[in-house]
């Protein structure tokens, strides 16, 4: 069953590269037969959020591996995973509390244009996020399943 111990490992790497790919993408975007863009000035590097929830997937993918010698370690990526999922429910839920709600056709008239409708659905962001989330948490829960080393003690 020497397999079965690289399965959390995995999970967890496989969540990290979710979450790495998700901040790259966009939070909402225009639906798909609809005219328009979503301009948000931030051309930059990323914003201290995406930046802790990268460091979040690592510390996530540590405490599995360590997890492999000290059992009681598993909780690690189970908190991160956590973390990542809570700031996923944050951001949507934000989003559907706006103004401008998600779902929903909005009357715009930019200044020397016609008016036109638009429709704003969430992007690819939220639930990449969310599947890196759930693979930590389910790397951790995996983690505390598997045997630790042998000749190592659980503490």
């Given at each position: 069953?020497k397999n079965n111990?690289?399965?959390?490992?995995?999970?967890?790497?496989?969540?990290?590269g979710a979450i790495?790919?998700?901040?790259?993408?966009?939070?909402?975007?225009?639906?798909?037969?609809?005219?328009?863009?979503?301009?948000?000035?931030?051309?930059?590097?990323?914003?201290?959020?995406?930046?802790?929830?990268v460091l979040l997937?690592?510390?996530?993918?540590?405490?599995?591996?360590?997890?492999?010698?000290?059992?009681?370690?598993?909780?690690?990526?189970?908190?991160?995973?956590?973390?990542?999922?809570?700031?996923?429910?944050?951001?949507?839920?934000?989003?559907?509390?706006?103004?401008?709600?998600?779902?929903?056709?909005?009357?715009?008239?930019?200044?020397?244009?016609?008016?036109?409708?638009?429709?704003?659905?969430?992007?690819?962001?939220?639930?990449?996020?969310?599947?890196?989330?759930?693979?930590?948490?389910?790397?951790?829960?995996?983690?505390?399943?598997?045997?630790?080393?042998?000749?190592?003690?659980?503490?």
């Amino acid at each position: 069953m020497k397999n079965n111990r690289l399965v959390p490992a995995v999970m967890a790497v496989v969540g990290f590269g979710a979450i790495v790919v998700g901040i790259q993408q966009g939070l909402v975007h225009v639906a798909p037969g609809y005219e328009g863009t979503i301009v948000t000035g931030w051309d930059g590097a990323l914003n201290h959020e995406e930046v802790l929830l990268v460091l979040l997937g690592g510390v996530g993918i540590g405490g599995t591996v360590a997890a492999r010698k000290w059992k009681r370690l598993a909780s690690i990526p189970v908190a991160m995973g956590g973390i990542v999922l809570f700031y996923v429910f944050r951001a949507v839920l934000a989003q559907f509390q706006s103004p401008h709600s998600l779902y929903r056709e909005h009357s715009l008239r930019p200044p020397g244009s016609e008016e036109y409708t638009v429709m704003v659905v969430l992007g690819a962001e939220p639930f990449l996020l969310a599947v890196g989330g759930l693979l930590l948490v389910g790397a951790g829960v995996a983690r505390s399943k598997v045997e630790p080393l042998s000749g190592t003690t659980t503490s």
